[in-house]
């Protein structure tokens, strides 16, 4: 086994999950302007609810998945009925959702503590796949780990493919102008709450993604939030392409950093290299400059 | 608790003194019950224990009020700054043998420093970026004070001795009274500070930061400042609890500490004075009492500040003062008391370094020319502002015409720094003021109305106007934050000002009503004053009649004759073509971000290709 091809590996494998939260977090962002606090929540109710449904109660894989994607979907348009909604109606411009966002981030986290308890669970990779590895340029590879990171690449073609089509418009026109685009004919809370709950289910596929390479647990929570919008702030806000390289940049960030130090250095060495990016490029690689609306 | 009465036209009471002292009461008796706190409880020293806990909690609640209510900035890394004080402290007396005093001194300095440098990159970017990474520096922190061995790894500090003085070494009492005693400080310094100058900058940047910056507030300075009290508050509540609980452990800094506070002044009420205090009790006394309690703490954080954020925003002093307000059993804020007499009367009382009314003379003698000279401007390949140049005579009233989509509001963008131009150069008074932010330009001297008026929603009229002198304002930092009789006799000076300058423009009226109840006619009108009371040299309207009746606009048209004749330029972009006729001593056409005609009205307006570029006839 050989060091450096070994964090390739873990680099590419988990920055695909982190790709995909990246995204989860755009998709969110795009029309209402909010970063949400709970994107790692639903990450981690993915991984749960996967270890439920087909470790616990033995369904097929892609039984699981539709359930999972559809409780996660379910999850993140309660918070936006709830956490987003009532605030941005009362105005577009406070930041009191950085409050009721992490407000909901720690209801869900205690809810699901409070029900499956703290102890890490199983979960299953796809029939058909193993996490048996063998030796591929002396890194150690399973078929299960290909199969992430190729799902995490069609995800992305997939939502850059949707961004060209009459609906990626309209969320471009929300996003620029909510009034405006009412204006026009879009109903931007209808899209908000369809972007709440494509984003849970992307987050809840990187959550049963994940949950077979680390087992589920609460803490995923907290694991995916930091890491997931590094991800999303490094590539750019906003940028499909920018969240795949910012989650591979990450995801090797914190494997170097584990294997070079140890693992309580991951997060430290996923901020420095944010506030880096931060102090150079505020903007993020792949987005555009903002414009100041006055 | 008076402060955020929503009642806004009941007028100032005639027994000022009295009603200061009936203010101090409720300060008076929270102060003496901490101070008998020990003998009510028969030093009993878990109860000491407890009050001193709540004592130190409530210095970093004080702090997290300030940049959170006031300045509206999320910072979620409380624990982080906690800990390094904390540890600091520890490792200075344990392993060093430094005295308490000293080492908790050199702490702060630390704990500030540390805390800008993470700070600053993202304060830059937005509030979101700045509450998730202060987030994860709590983790970050508590996961390398686990890792590392002069931290004493999971174990923590232990051992941590009593601060001494000479030989005596202070009982838990003896530290409660240390911490009373530092509450008082931080709460005088502090609503001194929300008081002045600084907290209207601290308001105004909160709920308008274009409003702030076009009255000269550095609004990134300004936050900075805010978030350095808070770390130094932090710091010192960290060097306390190293000694009251004897030991540190990584344990004790978690995100939900951190959140604790958040929580707290939430509760209380965010942005209010008696907020942090309230909701620190609440939330000390609901589970020390309900021990069951526990486990569901965070849930119960969370529930509460959801709800809390959504229903009430400004918690438990929100509540009653609404309550109080609706029942009658407060008398709402009055405006300081200002005798009220004609402008004459207020010149005569002119004392200290205050300017009683308007000082036209000093006006008079800076020059509020402006010349912009081939600026372009371009948004992502469409060029809004072509080869634009134009000359403001100084002391004139210029107003500037064009369809939609001309470049109008760009070019007023463009003079007052909000944007910079691609290319070309703004000139007032001969000095090149190009390529300076937004602040600095006002501090030049040029003021700015917008299209929809930047009125403080929380507010009174006459605060409004106020925070104009933001950039005049004499007293320093220090002087205000110990109230010396400097800052007291300017502020007085300066609301007399303010006064004169709304009765000028005959919008006194406004004067105690609060922001969010304000007229449309009359926000003009504030707006306008605002810009009076900052004694610019030019003042930037942008349409500033649209919206307005007839009446309010002969009202307006007025206003603005006033502030020509006080010396100052005015620029305005204006769509009522009468108005502009009427007071414009020139006018400039703007057709696809060039000036197609410039020059008196009635020149202007009988120019066949403006006539079909303007009115498309």
Same mark, same amino acid.
Not at chain 2, 43 to 50: T, V
Not at chain 2, 368 to 388: A, P, T, Y
């Given at each position: 086994?050989?060091?450096?091809?070994?964090?390739?590996?873990?680099?590419? =494998?988990?920055?695909?999950?982190?790709?995909?939260?990246?995204?989860?977090?755009?998709?969110?962002?795009?029309?209402?302007?909010?970063?949400?606090?709970?994107?790692?929540?639903?990450?981690?109710?993915?991984?749960?609810?996967?270890?439920?449904?087909?470790?616990?109660?033995?369904?097929?894989?892609? =039984?699981?998945?539709?359930?999972?994607?559809?409780?996660?979907?379910?999850?993140?348009?309660?918070?936006?009925?709830?956490?987003?909604?009532?605030?941005?109606?009362?105005?577009?411009?406070?930041?009191?959702?950085?409050?009721?966002?992490?407000?909901?981030?720690?209801?869900?986290?205690?809810?699901?503590?409070?029900?499956?308890?703290?102890?890490?669970?199983?979960?299953?990779?796809?029939?058909?796949?193993?996490?048996?590895?063998?030796?591929?340029?002396?890194?150690?590879?399973?078929?299960?780990?290909?199969?992430?990171?190729?799902?995490?690449?069609?995800?992305?073609?997939? @939502?850059?493919?949707?961004?060209?089509?009459?609906?990626?418009?309209?969320?471009?026109?929300?996003?620029?102008?909510?009034?405006?685009?009412?204006?026009?004919?879009?109903?931007?809370?209808?899209?908000?709450?369809?972007?709440?709950?494509?984003?849970?289910?992307?987050?809840?596929?990187?959550?049963?993604?994940?949950?077979?390479? =680390?087992?589920?647990?609460?803490? @995923?929570?907290?694991?995916?939030?930091?890491?997931?919008?590094?991800?999303?702030?490094?590539?750019?806000?906003?940028?499909?392409?920018?969240?795949?390289?910012?989650?591979?940049?990450?995801?090797?960030?914190?494997?170097?950093?584990?294997?070079?130090?140890?693992?309580?250095?991951?997060?430290?060495?996923?901020?420095?290299?944010?506030?880096?990016?931060?102090?150079?490029?505020?903007?993020?690689?792949?987005?555009?400059?903002?414009?100041?609306?006055? | 608790?008076?402060?955020?009465?929503? &009642?806004?036209?009941?007028n100032r009471s005639p027994s000022r003194g009295r009603n200061r002292a009936l203010r101090l009461v409720p300060a008076a008796v929270v102060l003496l019950a901490?101070?008998?706190?020990?003998?009510?409880?028969?030093?009993?020293?878990?109860?000491?224990?407890?009050?001193?806990?709540?004592?130190?909690?409530?210095?970093?609640? +004080?702090?997290?009020?300030?940049?959170?209510?006031?300045?509206?900035?999320?910072?979620?890394?409380?624990?982080?700054?906690?800990?390094?004080?904390?540890?600091?402290?520890?490792?200075?007396?344990?392993?060093?043998?430094?005295?308490?005093?000293?080492?908790?001194?050199?702490?702060?300095?630390?704990?500030?420093?540390?805390?800008?440098?993470?700070?600053?990159?993202? #304060?830059?970017? !937005?509030?979101? +970026?700045?509450?998730?990474?202060?987030?994860?520096?709590?983790? $970050?922190?508590?996961?390398?004070?686990?890792?590392?061995?002069?931290?004493?790894?999971?174990?923590?500090?232990?051992?941590?001795?009593?601060?001494?003085?000479?030989?005596?070494?202070?009982?838990?009492?003896?530290? #409660? +009274?240390?911490?009373?005693?530092?509450?008082?400080?931080?709460?005088? #310094?502090?609503? &001194?500070?929300? /008081?002045?100058?600084?907290?209207?900058?601290? $308001?105004?940047?909160?709920?308008?930061?274009?409003?702030?910056?076009?009255?000269?507030?550095?609004?990134?300075?300004?936050?900075?400042?805010?978030?350095?009290?808070?770390?130094?508050?932090?710091?010192?509540?960290?060097?306390?609890?190293?000694?009251?609980?004897?030991?540190?452990?990584?344990?004790?800094?978690?995100?939900?500490?951190?959140?604790?506070?958040?929580?707290?002044?939430?509760?209380?009420?965010?942005?209010?004075?008696?907020?942090?205090?309230?909701g620190v009790l609440v939330f000390f006394a609901v589970p020390e009492f309900l021990d069951f309690l526990a486990s569901w703490q965070q849930l119960v954080y969370?529930?509460?500040?959801?709800?809390?954020?959504?229903?009430?925003?400004?918690?438990?002093?929100?509540?009653?003062?609404?309550?109080?307000?609706?029942?009658?059993?407060?008398?709402?804020?009055?405006?300081?008391?200002?005798?009220?007499?004609?402008?004459?009367?207020?010149?005569?009382?002119?004392?200290?370094?205050?300017?009683?009314?308007?000082?036209?003379?000093?006006?008079?003698?800076?020059?509020?020319?402006?010349?912009?000279?081939?600026?372009?401007?371009?948004?992502?390949?469409?060029?809004?502002?072509?080869?634009? !140049?134009?000359?403001?005579?100084?002391?004139?009233?210029?107003?500037?015409?064009?369809? &939609?989509?001309?470049?109008?509001?760009?070019?007023? &963008?463009?003079?007052?720094?909000?944007?910079?131009?691609?290319?070309?150069?703004?000139?007032?008074?001969?000095?090149?003021?190009?390529?300076?932010?937004?602040?600095?330009?006002?501090?030049?001297?040029?003021?700015?109305?917008?299209?929809?008026?930047?009125?403080?929603?929380?507010? /009174?009229? #006459?605060?409004?106007?106020?925070?104009?002198? +933001?950039?005049?304002?004499?007293?320093?930092?220090?002087?205000?934050?110990?109230?010396?009789?400097?800052?007291?006799?300017?502020?007085?000076?300066?609301?007399?000002?303010?006064? !004169?300058?709304?009765?000028?423009?005959?919008?006194?009226?406004?004067?105690?009503?609060?922001?969010?109840?304000?007229?449309?006619?009359?926000?003009?009108?504030?707006?306008?004053?605002?810009?009076?009371?900052?004694?610019?040299?030019?003042?930037?309207? /942008?349409?500033?009649?649209?919206?307005?009746s007839p009446n309010e606009i002969s009202q307006l048209t007025a206003a603005l004759r006033t502030v020509s004749k006080l010396g100052m330029t005015v620029v305005? $972009?204006?769509?009522?073509? /009468?108005?502009?006729?009427?007071?414009?001593?020139?006018?400039?056409?703007?057709?696809?971000?060039?000036?197609?005609?410039?020059?008196?009205?009635?020149?202007?307006?009988?120019?066949?290709?403006?006539?079909?570029?303007?009115?498309?006839?």
């Amino acid at each position: 086994m050989d060091l450096t091809t070994q964090v390739l590996r873990d680099g590419l =494998v988990f920055g695909s999950v982190l790709a995909l939260v990246a995204c989860s977090f755009n998709i969110i962002h795009r029309p209402t302007n909010v970063l949400n606090f709970a994107q790692g929540d639903f990450v981690m109710v993915g991984a749960m609810l996967a270890a439920v449904t087909m470790t616990v109660m033995g369904l097929p894989w892609l =039984v699981g998945l539709a359930l999972v994607l559809l409780g996660c979907a379910a999850t993140a348009l309660v918070e936006e009925r709830v956490a987003v909604t009532p605030v941005l109606r009362r105005s577009m411009t406070s930041v009191s959702w950085v409050i009721t966002t992490l407000a909901f981030s720690i209801i869900v986290e205690n809810i699901i503590a409070k029900a499956w308890g703290p102890n890490p669970r199983t979960v299953p990779v796809p029939p058909g796949l193993s996490q048996d590895a063998t030796d591929i340029g002396g890194a150690l590879v399973s078929s299960y780990d290909v199969f992430v990171v190729v799902v995490a690449a069609l995800i992305l073609v997939g @939502l850059e493919l949707l961004d060209r089509t009459p609906l990626g418009s309209a969320l471009s026109a929300v996003a620029e102008d909510r009034e405006i685009a009412m204006l026009r004919g879009i109903n931007p809370v209808r899209l908000t709450q369809r972007s709440f709950l494509l984003s849970g289910a992307i987050a809840g596929l990187a959550g049963v993604l994940v949950a077979p390479l =680390v087992l589920a647990n609460t803490s @995923l929570a907290v694991q995916f939030l930091l890491p997931g919008f590094a991800a999303a702030a490094i590539g750019g806000l906003g940028s499909n392409r920018g969240a795949l390289i910012g989650g591979y940049t990450i995801g090797l960030v914190q494997a170097a950093a584990a294997a070079q130090f140890a693992v309580a250095y991951q997060s430290a060495a996923v901020f420095v290299v944010l506030l880096g990016v931060l102090l150079l490029r505020p903007q993020g690689i792949f987005a555009p400059k903002a414009v100041r609306h006055v | 608790m008076s402060e955020t009465s929503t &009642n806004p036209r009941v007028n100032r009471s005639p027994s000022r003194g009295r009603n200061r002292a009936l203010r101090l009461v409720p300060a008076a008796v929270v102060l003496l019950a901490a101070l008998l706190f020990p003998s009510l409880v028969g030093f009993n020293a878990y109860w000491i224990a407890i009050a001193l806990e709540v004592g130190i909690y409530l210095l970093v609640a +004080y702090g997290v009020n300030l940049l959170f209510g006031y300045c509206g900035v999320p910072f979620l890394g409380m624990g982080a700054l906690i800990a390094v004080g904390s540890y600091g402290t520890a490792i200075l007396m344990t392993a060093h043998g430094w005295s308490f005093w000293t080492a908790t001194l050199v702490c702060i300095p630390v704990v500030v420093l540390g805390g800008a440098a993470i700070a600053l990159p993202s #304060l830059r970017v !937005s509030a979101w +970026y700045f509450a998730l990474i202060s987030l994860s520096v709590n983790q $970050i922190v508590q996961g390398l004070v686990t890792e590392w061995d002069f931290t004493g790894g999971f174990t923590g500090i232990v051992g941590i001795a009593m601060p001494t003085i000479g030989t005596y070494v202070l009982t838990l009492s003896d530290l #409660l +009274y240390v911490v009373v005693a530092l509450n008082v400080v931080v709460v005088v #310094l502090m609503s &001194n500070a929300i /008081d002045s100058r600084f907290g209207r900058a601290l $308001i105004a940047m909160r709920d308008s930061e274009e409003a702030a910056a076009s009255i000269g507030v550095h609004t990134v300075g300004l936050r900075m400042v805010a978030f350095a009290v808070l770390s130094a508050l932090c710091s010192i509540a960290g060097s306390f609890l190293s000694v009251v609980n004897q030991i540190v452990a990584p344990a004790d800094f978690s995100v939900t500490f951190a959140i604790f506070f958040l929580v707290a002044v939430v509760v209380g009420g965010a942005g209010t004075k008696w907020g942090p205090l309230l909701g620190v009790l609440v939330f000390f006394a609901v589970p020390e009492f309900l021990d069951f309690l526990a486990s569901w703490q965070q849930l119960v954080y969370g529930v509460v500040l959801l709800l809390l954020m959504i229903f009430a925003p400004k918690g438990l002093v929100g509540v009653v003062t609404d309550l109080a307000s609706r029942t009658g059993l407060t008398r709402p804020r009055s405006v300081e008391p200002v005798e009220v007499g004609s402008p004459a009367e207020t010149h005569d009382e002119k004392e200290g370094s205050g300017k009683p009314v308007l000082v036209e003379s000093e006006l008079e003698s800076r020059d509020g020319g402006l010349v912009l000279d081939g600026i372009c401007k371009s948004f992502g390949g469409v060029r809004v502002l072509d080869e634009l !140049s134009l000359t403001v005579p100084d002391k004139s009233i210029y107003a500037i015409v064009g369809p &939609n989509g001309s470049g109008k509001t760009t070019t007023l &963008n463009v003079i007052s720094g909000f944007y910079q131009p691609d290319s070309g150069t703004v000139t007032l008074g001969g000095e090149g003021i190009t390529g300076r932010p937004g602040y600095a330009v006002a501090r030049m001297g040029v003021a700015r109305t917008f299209q929809t008026p930047r009125i403080l929603e929380q507010l /009174d009229g #006459l605060d409004n106007v106020l925070i104009g002198a +933001y950039r005049d304002e004499k007293a320093s930092m220090v002087e205000v934050l110990l109230n010396t009789g400097r800052a007291r006799r300017e502020r007085k000076a300066l609301r007399a000002r303010a006064h !004169s300058v709304l009765r000028l423009l005959g919008a006194d009226e406004v004067a105690a009503t609060l922001g969010s109840e304000i007229p449309h006619g009359q926000r003009r009108l504030v707006e306008v004053a605002r810009a009076i009371m900052s004694e610019s040299r030019i003042l930037l309207l /942008d349409e500033p009649a649209a919206g307005l009746s007839p009446n309010e606009i002969s009202q307006l048209t007025a206003a603005l004759r006033t502030v020509s004749k006080l010396g100052m330029t005015v620029v305005l $972009i204006e769509h009522h073509v /009468d108005m502009v006729i009427e007071i414009a001593d020139c006018v400039a056409v703007i057709d696809r971000g060039r000036v197609i005609a410039e020059d008196t009205p009635a020149v202007v307006f009988s120019q066949p290709e403006v006539m079909s570029a303007y009115m498309g006839v």
